[in-house]
């Protein structure tokens, strides 16, 4: 029995290979949209405190999913401690963006979750190195979890009026873009760590051919979040009105 448990901890069940676009991540992807649907659906309808109690409920569970994995990649897979620092930037992310919200950081906010979102959106549209067993094994479950996060938390704090993005922001969305940049090309090579963490030398779809891929990556974010920030900003007057005061920490009677 341990080692069936073993094996699926540490990704060996399965046949080995792409299986994205496939069963297991049409799946997956699907259940992640539902899911998300309803926690938006709720966060729409809900009263102040049902929201505040959804929010801290979602951060709780990532901030402790995200030492479990730690735990179990460090002391059943043997993993190398120092390969377990958030290089990847939804690695920081699934650890910040619950930190943000529990904490009422605007500032915070402005910088990750516009960014932390859109990451999870194209882990499911176009994942990269996610979907690499025919079964549902915990790596696997691990990056579905983590980037469900990611999508859930902005979600919920923009339906609910906690978190509203503007254009005029998006110096901060920048600042938290090089945060990033930083933690990924700079803080992981003080580690030793030599990955492709940014995704920027690597082989996306949207490489455009003879033009360094780091422009390219670059470019399209910028202009993503943009538009995205754009098009929420446009949506926002259907919505709750902005509160000044954080879901969190609403004094519900």
Sequence with gaps: M??????????????????QYRAIHGYSSLAVMLVLAAVVALGLKGSPRLQRRMLKGICWFQLAFEAVWRLIYLFINGSDIVTLWPAFPCNLGGLLLPVIALCKWDA???MFYLFGFVGGVLTFAVPVGIFGRDVLVFPILKS??????LLMIPALEYVSGSFRPWVRDMSWVIL????????????????????????????????????????????????????LS????????????????????????
């Design 144 to 149: 579905i979890l983590q980037h469900t996060g």
């Design 108 to 110: 915070g906010k402005r």
């Design 230 to 253: 754009a098009a929420l900003a446009a949506a926002a007057r259907y919505l709750p009105p902005h509160q000044h005061h954080n879901t969190l920490s609403a004094d519900v009677r």
């Design 2 to 19: 341990w080692n069936v448990l073993k094996a699926w901890l540490i990704g060996d069940m399965g046949t080995a290979g792409s299986y």
């Design 176 to 227: 938290g873009l090089l945060i990033h940049l930083f933690n990924c090309e700079v803080l992981t090579r003080c580690f030793g760590l030599t990955g492709d963490y940014m995704y920027l030398r690597g082989t996306l779809p949207f490489v455009i051919p003879g033009v360094p891929q780091y422009i390219t990556v670059s470019v399209v974010a910028l202009l993503t979040l943009t538009g």
